[in-house]
């Protein structure tokens, strides 16, 4: 199957084309992708190839009201007209602000018009999805949508002013997926048009909120609180966003002859991560927690890891990097890990409070 996408180059455009490519093979169709300097000729004989189109090329911000036109409703006539030697299905993306009394939303109105009478005169199915705010990777600030804006300008620390503006929004992927529903013969129809079904209502200032908190939680070392899916999905955009010197962050490493100990994150509500690089015939620990509960991973090396409750016997569990286990260390029982091999005992601890000097709740007592 071949299929022709127009604005392969755009941020929805690349996000689909991502998707196109996760089909499995026996799904995956070949891709014609028309960007703004395809050839017109290259786009006609496309046309007559392609057995199913994406319409995803538009302009979305313009210096003068013709250029909406031009890009929006004038490439559509174009593109239909040499579609018309031979009509295939239509996918089209417009906006839920086709029909306003602007000219983006008067050009959206006028090639949905003109996709219909394309269906009504050759047969082909033509899908209108009025697409809300799109946000997610690839997108760009100051032109797909306001959260693409922010995320950059958060990222780089720029200040900027919430808003009680109501937006509506669809991250990409949830997009992309409804697209290729459609493809797969399974749109999403509401009356004439399609929609996205998972839309999410939300101000700008609670978008800016989420975003201080990111901002937050990478300079104080904790992982972001993601309590609903937009919350994870405006993560993953944020992250998209940040300068590519800022992805590489060292940890402080706590070294002395027994090893090192290093604070991988903090969580708000769920504890810490650690590692733990303890040397050949080292023992660490010999200590105990009143309330706070811990658990090991031994990922690489070979080792020891012993308990032992208030007038319990001894509990002698081996550890092997070899054999992944989990191992939990209960309060109140004292606790150590040794090193039984030749080479470094690396150790995963999550602890489930994070650590606070003042309050370290940690209390020597030989095992």
């Not at 319409?55 to 909406?68: D, M, T």
């Not at 009356?191 to 079904?197: D, E, L, N, P, T």
């Given at each position: 199957?071949?299929?022709?996408?127009?604005?392969?180059?755009?941020?929805?455009?690349?996000?689909?084309?991502?998707?196109?490519?996760?089909?499995?093979?026996?799904?995956?169709?070949?891709?014609?992708?028309?960007?703004?300097?395809?050839?017109?000729?290259?786009?006609?004989?496309?046309?007559?190839?392609?057995?199913?189109?994406?319409?995803?090329?538009?302009?979305?911000?313009?210096?003068?009201?013709?250029?909406?036109?031009?890009?929006?409703?004038?490439?559509?006539?174009?593109?239909?007209?040499?579609?018309?030697?031979?009509?295939?299905?239509?996918?089209?993306?417009?906006?839920?602000?086709?029909?306003?009394?602007?000219?983006?939303?008067?050009?959206?109105?006028?090639?949905?018009?003109?996709?219909?009478?394309?269906?009504?005169?050759?047969?082909?199915?033509?899908?209108?999805?009025?697409?809300?705010?799109?946000?997610?990777?690839?997108?760009?600030?100051?032109?797909?949508?306001?959260?693409?804006?922010?995320?950059?300008?958060?990222?780089?620390?720029?200040?900027?002013?919430?808003?009680?503006?109501?937006?509506?929004?669809?991250?990409?992927?949830?997009?992309?997926?409804?697209?290729?529903?459609?493809?797969?013969?399974?749109?999403?129809?509401?009356?004439?048009?399609?929609?996205?079904?998972?839309?999410?209502?939300?101000?700008?200032?609670?978008?800016?909120?989420?975003?201080?908190?990111?901002?937050?939680?990478?300079?104080?070392?904790?992982?972001?609180?993601?309590?609903?899916?937009f919350a994870g999905?405006?993560?993953?955009?944020?992250?998209?966003?940040?300068?590519?010197?800022?992805?590489?962050?060292?940890?402080?490493?706590?070294?002395?002859?027994?090893?090192?100990?290093?604070?991988?994150?903090?969580?708000?509500?769920?504890?810490?991560?650690?590692?733990?690089?303890?040397?050949?015939?080292?023992?660490?620990?010999?200590?105990?927690?009143?309330?706070?509960?811990e658990k090991f991973?031994?990922?690489?090396?070979?080792?020891?890891?012993?308990?032992?409750?208030?007038?319990?016997?001894?509990?002698?569990?081996?550890?092997?990097?070899?054999?992944?286990?989990?191992?939990?260390?209960?309060?109140?029982?004292?606790?150590?890990?040794?090193?039984?091999?030749?080479?470094?005992?690396?150790?995963?601890?999550?602890?489930?409070?994070?650590?606070?000097?003042?309050?370290?709740?940690?209390?020597?007592?030989?095992?």
């Amino acid at each position: 199957m071949k299929v022709l996408v127009t604005g392969a180059g755009g941020f929805l455009g690349r996000n689909l084309l991502a998707g196109l490519e996760t089909l499995p093979l026996s799904r995956r169709p070949q891709v014609l992708s028309c960007h703004r300097d395809t050839p017109p000729d290259l786009l006609s004989r496309w046309c007559r190839e392609a057995e199913f189109v994406f319409h995803l090329a538009g302009v979305n911000r313009a210096p003068n009201p013709e250029a909406f036109w031009e890009g929006n409703f004038d490439f559509t006539k174009v593109l239909l007209a040499r579609l018309a030697e031979r009509p295939c299905p239509v996918l089209f993306a417009s906006s839920v602000q086709a029909g306003s009394p602007t000219p983006y939303g008067q050009s959206k109105l006028a090639a949905e018009e003109v996709l219909l009478r394309y269906s009504a005169e050759t047969g082909a199915e033509v899908f209108l999805y009025r697409l809300p705010h799109i946000f997610g990777k690839w997108s760009r600030p100051d032109y797909n949508s306001a959260v693409a804006t922010f995320c950059h300008r958060t990222a780089r620390l720029v200040q900027h002013q919430g808003q009680r503006q109501l937006l509506h929004l669809a991250y990409v992927d949830d997009v992309v997926e409804e697209l290729l529903r459609c493809l797969a013969g399974s749109p999403n129809r509401q009356g004439k048009f399609c929609r996205v079904s998972e839309v999410f209502p939300i101000t700008l200032g609670e978008i800016l909120a989420l975003l201080a908190a990111f901002v937050r939680s990478r300079a104080e070392g904790t992982l972001p609180l993601l309590d609903s899916p937009f919350a994870g999905k405006l993560y993953a955009t944020y992250l998209s966003f940040l300068p590519q010197e800022e992805l590489l962050r060292p940890h402080v490493m706590h070294e002395d002859l027994r090893g090192s100990f290093t604070e991988l994150f903090r969580t708000p509500d769920r504890g810490q991560l650690s590692v733990s690089i303890t040397r050949p015939g080292i023992v660490r620990g010999n200590h105990w927690h009143q309330t706070k509960a811990e658990k090991f991973w031994v990922i690489q090396g070979e080792g020891m890891i012993r308990l032992r409750s208030p007038g319990g016997d001894l509990l002698s569990f081996p550890v092997s990097g070899s054999c992944i286990t989990a191992v939990d260390i209960p309060p109140g029982y004292a606790h150590t890990i040794e090193n039984r091999g030749s080479a470094d005992l690396v150790t995963i601890l999550w602890a489930s409070a994070c650590f606070d000097p003042d309050h370290p709740d940690t209390y020597p007592q030989e095992v």
